[in-house]
């Protein structure tokens, strides 16, 4: 007798259909049963104090007894009418407890799968509640490899429908009888999954001012880039390389380029104010002194303290930078613009900042992008006349995004926050005006550029000038 079996069941052996876990709520027969394996990311970790299922946050002891039908449930989908009897405990325990990826199948294959991600917050139920429908945090998504994947930011587990005829659930919840034709059970099972995951619900769920303050995407953006409820595919995983080579940092410029004067960094850790005077001091200031337009020599300071490219490496293939202001996994993926109306010393027009060679590469002379990007900064600013320059601060998303999954562009976000108040603290040193915006032209640097936005696109916009005589 091979080994891990006995009579009377094993994890692989037959038993008669209808009687596995959910056989009595489920109507398991000959042509419906269940799949059931372990949910994404979890492992079986063995310790002095016992063995446990983990996958963080949750954990739940299993016995030896129990490992066994455990390591069957984690190798590949198991039909739940063919596990043994004396497993029914189990099951049901890890039902409950969200660590069970369940499909239930019908005459014409899979119909749906219930996914967890965590633990539920709330019982399984035992019917369906009237009124049923999506919660407005759900979203349906095409699934890769097929079928329609229901979400939310809110919900304990996702559901993948597989079967196209039972998918109209999702579009009407409520519905209690399903069209001729479709399976009456199955339509039935889907409705209390989706209720059970909190994709679907009844009545008011925005009655309290802290779920109403949400909206379905930041929410979704929040949690996500946290890892909640993301399962494995988080962090640090270097997926891209198995599809493309790390992007390396951006090439030198190919066009005219104004060579930027270098600050005595000696002469400024003498006189530069405090880090606590300029911490103090610091004030958005949105109008610009007009009758003493910023000179090139303060811009190329500013930029030289900023952003400069202090050293370039390599990591096991992998191109890393050091700049003044830290950047997460030393990708630095942000590029600055400098759109210039005012600065003496240098000509209107849109430039990139070359920080390893400190110096401006002409990417346009000004034209009605440029403009726009101006105009959008002065409305944005509440600003009465547009900036004497306008710093456009863009990502390039493949340097991040080809080692990170999941926070790769909330790190982005995170990054721009760095290097906005480096820019508010050399501003202030400097005795310049500076002013973060919260919102731009993106369309405009688009066409300014013709950069597919895929590959780049702005985050963060900052302007820069003289400070007028009364700050606002």
């Not at 429908?161 to 039935?188: I, K, N």
């Not at 050293?311 to 293939?317: F, N, R, T």
């Amino acid at each position: 007798m091979p080994p891990g079996r006995r009579r009377g069941g094993g994890p692989g052996r037959p038993h008669r259909r209808g009687r596995g876990p959910g056989a009595g709520r489920t109507g398991v027969s000959q042509d419906r049963w269940e799949t059931l394996r372990l949910r994404a990311g979890v492992s079986v970790v063995h310790t002095a104090a016992g063995t446990h299922l983990v996958g963080p946050p949750d954990h739940e002891p299993v016995t030896a007894q129990e490992v066994v039908v455990v390591r069957a449930l984690a190798a590949a989908e198991q039909r739940a009418d063919a596990l043994a009897p004396s497993a029914a405990p189990l099951l049901a325990r890890l039902r409950r407890g969200g660590w069970l990826r369940v499909t239930a199948h019908g005459p014409g294959g899979p119909v749906h799968t219930l996914d967890p991600r965590q633990r539920p917050d709330r019982p399984e139920p035992d019917g369906v509640p009237p009124g049923l429908r999506l919660s407005r945090f759900t979203s349906i998504v095409a699934a890769p490899d097929g079928g329609l994947r229901v979400t939310s930011p809110r919900a304990w587990a996702e559901v993948l429908v597989r079967e196209p005829a039972t998918a109209a659930v999702l579009a009407h919840p409520a519905t209690e009888r399903p069209a001729p034709g479709v399976d009456a059970a199955a339509w039935q099972r889907l409705r209390r999954d989706l209720c059970w995951a909190g994709l679907a619900v009844t009545g008011d769920e925005d009655h309290d001012f802290h779920v109403r303050q949400w909206s379905p995407v930041d929410l979704e953006f929040h949690r996500r880039s946290r890892g909640i409820g993301v399962g494995q595919r988080y962090g640090a995983t270097y997926w891209g390389r198995a599809y493309a080579p790390p992007p390396a940092g951006r090439p030198p410029a190919r066009r005219p380029v104004v060579a930027l004067p270098r600050p005595d960094l000696d002469r400024l850790r003498r006189d530069d104010p405090t880090l606590t005077a300029v911490l103090e001091a610091r004030r958005s200031a949105r109008e610009h002194h007009d009758g003493r337009p910023i000179t090139l020599d303060q811009l190329g300071e500013f930029l030289f303290r900023c952003a400069r490219t202090v050293l370039v490496g390599d990591l096991d293939g992998v191109e890393l930078r050091a700049r003044p202001y830290p950047s997460g996994g030393g990708l630095h993926e942000l590029e600055v613009y400098v759109v210039a109306d005012r600065v003496a010393g240098l000509a209107a027009g849109t430039y990139h900042y070359d920080g390893h060679d400190h110096a401006l590469g002409l990417v346009r002379p000004p034209d009605g992008a440029s403009r726009r990007l101006l105009h959008a900064a002065r409305d944005s600013a509440g600003a009465e006349r547009t900036p004497q320059a306008l710093l456009v601060v863009t990502a390039r998303f493949g340097r991040l995004m080809w080692k990170y999954e999941g926070l790769a562009y909330a790190l982005a976000l995170k990054n721009l926050g760095v290097l906005v108040q480096t820019m508010y603290l050399a501003a202030t040193a400097m005795g310049l005006g500076g002013c973060a915006l919260g919102a731009g032209a993106p369309h405009a640097f688009t066409h300014l550029t013709g950069v597919d936005p895929l590959v780049e696109d702005v985050v963060g916009e900052f302007t820069l000038g003289t400070v007028a005589q009364s700050p606002r």
